[in-house]
């Protein structure tokens, strides 16, 4: 806890490796990794297939156990944690995947308002439909708010996900390839979101992409080769 007075940086890794399988089986796919994610800001990590991005995306999300390095969390060590302080963890986050687990009898609404029933601090309902109404209406889904997913496209259904990831304005938003399902012009309303989050409340994006057309967006690109960070460059045409 002291520690997490600190530090002023969301996510510090030093050191960090990781390995899947068993005896023969076991291959090391993250390599000593060390970074320094700086708050408030849009990352990007690049790479080609198989480098580690959503390993080491979901290492920092606190969604695998960390076997050797420190990982360092809000504040908080991930290597060693007990569940209940890693639950904790994971009410401060929005994920956003490239599957969308929407629940298919909930409607559009009623499915960004779950991104609002664990957190503690919950306002009143109406209030939270006019937040849910609000997200959904600035990403385009004005006209869809009743609709059960069914009735969604990909692409909509993408955007219900993205909404209930940011609804409870979370401190980090961890995102694999959330703009994949889109066309150009979702994608940019989807990322140009999240930057906004990060100027108005100091939100702090990880996005694990391949889509050229939101680079110039990012604050900063870090691309992944063979499990090693390979170049981390401050995105200087924003
Ligand atoms: N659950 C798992 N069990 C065993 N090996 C795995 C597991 N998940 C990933 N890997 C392996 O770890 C390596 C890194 O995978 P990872 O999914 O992190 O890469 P990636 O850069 O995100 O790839 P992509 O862009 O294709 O999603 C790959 O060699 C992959 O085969």
């Given at each position: 806890m002291l520690q997490a007075a600190k530090q002023?940086?969301?996510?510090?890794?030093?050191?960090?490796?990781?390995?899947?399988?068993?005896?023969?089986?076991?291959?090391?796919?993250i390599f000593d990794v060390d970074l320094e994610i700086n708050p408030g800001e849009l990352t990007i990590l690049m790479g080609p297939s198989g480098s580690g991005k959503t390993t080491l995306l979901t290492l920092m999300g606190c969604l695998r156990e960390v076997q050797k390095g420190d990982l360092f969390l809000l504040g908080h060590q991930l290597r060693g944690a007990e569940e209940e302080e890693k639950e904790f963890l994971r009410r401060q986050l929005g994920f956003i995947f490239q599957a969308h687990n929407l629940h298919e009898s909930l409607t559009a609404t009623q499915n960004v308002l779950m991104g609002l029933a664990v957190h503690p601090a919950s306002d009143r309902v109406e209030r939270q439909v006019e937040a849910a109404h609000h997200i959904l209406s600035s990403l385009g889904l004005e006209d869809r708010l009743d609709y059960l997913p069914a009735n969604l496209s990909g692409g909509q259904k993408q955007r219900v996900a993205v909404a209930r990831a940011l609804v409870s304005r979370p401190d980090i938003v961890f995102a694999d390839e959330p703009t994949?399902?889109?066309?150009?012009?979702?994608?940019?309303?989807?990322?140009?979101?999240?930057?906004?989050?990060?100027?108005?409340?100091?939100?702090?994006?990880?996005?694990?992409?391949?889509?050229?057309?939101?680079?110039?967006?990012?604050?900063?690109?870090?691309?992944?080769?063979?499990?090693?960070?390979?170049s981390d460059n401050v995105n200087r045409k924003i």
């Open positions: 002023k940086s969301p996510i510090l890794l030093t050191g960090v490796n990781h390995w899947f399988g068993i005896g023969e089986a076991r291959k090391q796919v994949a399902a889109l066309d150009k012009e979702s994608g940019l309303a989807v990322v140009r979101m999240l930057k906004g989050m990060g100027e108005a409340f100091g939100t702090t994006t990880l996005m694990v992409t391949h889509d050229n057309r939101i680079l110039e967006l990012a604050d900063r690109i870090i691309t992944m080769e063979e499990g090693a960070i390979v």
